[in-house]
């Protein structure tokens, strides 16, 4: 009995000061966030907070802007992590294999992942420049002409896709290669003496395997590629015309350049819905694998 | 499953990666060695630019063999803006450290009191703490400032590093839960024997058994702290200004000062480098919430 109590207060002691930050930094926020959100609320003019029940939504509705910025985030995001899955895929198959130096090779391409998102703005938004951009010579050489890549919508959005399939795909293909390589040796010998062929062993064995870690990089790439505006703050400032203004960013300029907190604040719930359904599947994900341990 | 099927990888090492006959090997070795150029180009574009002259800059078409000069990291540190890099420098180092140490001693805390102790509604506690790794910071950004703006904390350290703690906890209990839940009660069990309370437990025996994890979830959370922009950018405007504020700076260079800005970029990129390789066993594990070991 006295043991439980103990117990109990250790428990206590030891995890009450991280949720406790939790609650100050995450949970409050949102709350405050709600709250914001049906208020005319802005930083320009010293006047008290009014009331304005759901109009910030409503406005949000109509806006033609939040509109475009969902569809370019869309883009973003459906291209950039299809294309990092894809070739992390593809690439996890080509690093799995024993050959001499491969591994050192694997383990180099592991640095892009943790650099600061703003620098990999920087240093792409150098390479792509038209008049001396490495992007540039490299096509120049190849026979093509000078291509204003920023500064022309359709392109101005793949380039930054580019930069982060760049930043992103090594880390799917790590991900992927640590699963290849707890595959269990015994279901492929199992699948061989079932006389399976190699088409048949992928599609059959490999990938529903792999399924698992599919879902699991999918889940935090999609919502880490939500979040992300450092690309678009250094390299196009959502321009041209608003043909790379993501969500991020739209919410950022509405927030603190047009300092209209309340507009602001109702697209951030907006996007916290969205984002708690996808950590929701993430958790889901998560305590299966949990179940079996 | 895969958790369990991955917790067996040190019995089998991989017998399947078997050495290919030479066409496939030396084709695997060519797309592997392209890959992980791509991976590294702009880091020398980075490094490079940031020791050329003004004239190799701008140079069409890129200058390749040039007499390095650190003018740019001069100018950077010590001159540029009025007051230069260093101070932002030092701000970054005391942030990402201060809030490092936070995260890690309460998320050590807090992840062994969920592994050792059972109390009710602890899953859901767990997995609340895990959703919010998912929280898009500009999603928090209009509540967060206004919280920090009431608190007087506006441009001050203190207001980040709790930001950065909240920011990292999520990642350090997760990933800690799986070290410790890796330890064999026996071990504990022996402790409170001898007559140890369960806090000199946890503090004597649990933490320097999980050093590993220890060491890898700081310098992820110190990577995450030191590469964060959006929070640093709304909240601090000079006394607590970190590299990536400095670095936001370049919009206002009119695209002219690149040596300088990649010379920071320079600067904050290497200790990333240094800490990847140090890392580089727990990292996958540590990116996916311990999802993929």
Known sequence: MKLAVQRRRAARVLITPAVAVLLALNLFPIVYALYISVHYWTLARPQPPRFAGLSNYADLFFDERFRNAVLVSLKFIVLAVGIELL?????AFVFNARLRGIATLRKLTLLPSLVMPLVVGLVWFYMFNENFGLVNWIWVMLGGTRVP???????????????????????????????????????????????????????????????????????????DALRSLELVFMMTKGGPAGDTEVLPWYLYTAGFLSLDLGYAAAMAVLMLALVTVLSQLFARRLESQEAVL | MTVALIRNKDQHVSTRRSADAWPIGAVRYLVAAIFTGFFLLPFYVIVTTALKTETAIFAWPPIWVFKPTLQSFYNALFVFGGRGAVSYLINSIVISAVSTFLAVVL???????????????????????????????????????????????????????????????????????????EIPIEIEEAALVDGYSRLQI???????????????????????????????????????ATLPVY??????????????????????????????????????RGLTFGAVK
């Open chain 1, 149 to 223: 890549f920023l500064t022309q919508g359709t392109l101005a959005l793949l380039s930054i896709v580019a930069t982060d399939v760049w930043q992103w795909t090594p880390f799917v293909m790590l991900v992927f290669f640590a699963a290849l390589q707890a595959l269990p040796e015994y279901v492929y010998e199992a699948a061989r003496i079932d006389g399976l062929s190699g088409c048949q062993i992928f599609f059959r064995v490999t990938l529903p395997l792999l399924r698992p870690a599919i879902l699991i990089v999918l889940i935090i790439r999609a919502v």
């Open chain 2, 202 to 240: 946890f503090w004597r025996v649990a933490v320097p058994l999980v050093r590993p994890g220890i060491v890898s979830t700081a310098i992820l959370s110190a990577i995450f702290s030191w590469n964060e922009f959006l929070y640093a950018m709304v909240l601090t405007q000079s006394r607590a």
């Open chain 2, 107 to 181: 998320g050590a805390m807090a992840a062994y009191g969920f592994v050792r102790f059972s109390f009710a509604g602890k899953r859901h506690l767990a997995f609340w703490i895990l959703s919010t790794r998912f929280a898009p910071p500009v999603a928090f950004i209009v509540p967060i400032y206004l919280m920090v703006q009431k608190l007087g904390l506006l441009d001050s350290h203190i207001a980040l590093i709790l930001i950065y703690t909240a920011m990292n906890l999520s990642l350090v209990i997760w990933i800690l839960r799986g070290f410790f839940a």
């Open chain 2, 247 to 284: 670095l936001a700076g370049f919009s206002n260079s009119m695209g002219l000062a690149w040596g300088e800005y990649m010379a920071v970029g320079t600067l904050a990129v290497l200790p990333i480098l240094f800490f990847t390789f140090a890392l580089q066993r727990y990292l996958v």
């Open chain 1, 87 to 91: 070739l992390g895929f593809g690439l």
